[in-house]
């Protein structure tokens, strides 16, 4: 359904520290650097045909996070959660919500864990047990 996420930065070298950290818990390689035509800089992190951006805002403004939207990626362990949460926060990202764990929902069991990036962003790291 999708074919890749973004979300902006303020400070895209923090940016590409911080999830270059995290992504690559999941496995997520170096990110394609680009410069757009309008001279920012956007980072591109492609991983089992998934891609996430990261991009200085093209109309000049600050970035800032969307009230109400979380970005959730895929774990294959709740270990892997709890290893994604803790990069992140020593990534200089902020844990937020209840700590890592199991949850119930009317979707099943869940293991998650709930942070912001350094711009606000609100990531979910998510493992479905069978």
């Known amino acids: 359904m999708f074919n890749h996420i973004m979300v ?4 895209i070298e923090r940016s590409a520290r911080f999830y270059g950290a995290v992504l690559g818990v999941l496995g997520a390689g170096e990110p394609f650097r680009n410069r757009a035509p309008s001279g920012h800089q956007r980072l591109f ?5 998934n891609s996430f951006g990261v991009s200085e805002p093209i109309d000049g403004g600050p970035a800032t996070c969307a009230n109400g939207a979380t970005i959730g990626f895929k774990c294959t362990s709740p270990e892997q959660v709890q290893q994604f949460h803790d990069t992140a926060v020593a990534a200089g990202g902020t844990s937020i919500e209840a700590p890592p764990g199991l949850r119930s929902s009317d979707l099943g069991q869940l293991y998650l864990a709930y942070v912001r990036d350094p711009d606000g962003n609100k990531l979910c790291a998510i493992h479905r047990p069978k």
Do not use: L
């Not at 992190?45 to 045909?49: A, K, M, W």
């Open 45 to 49: 992190y492609r991983h089992e045909g």
């Open 8 to 11: 902006g930065s303020n400070d």
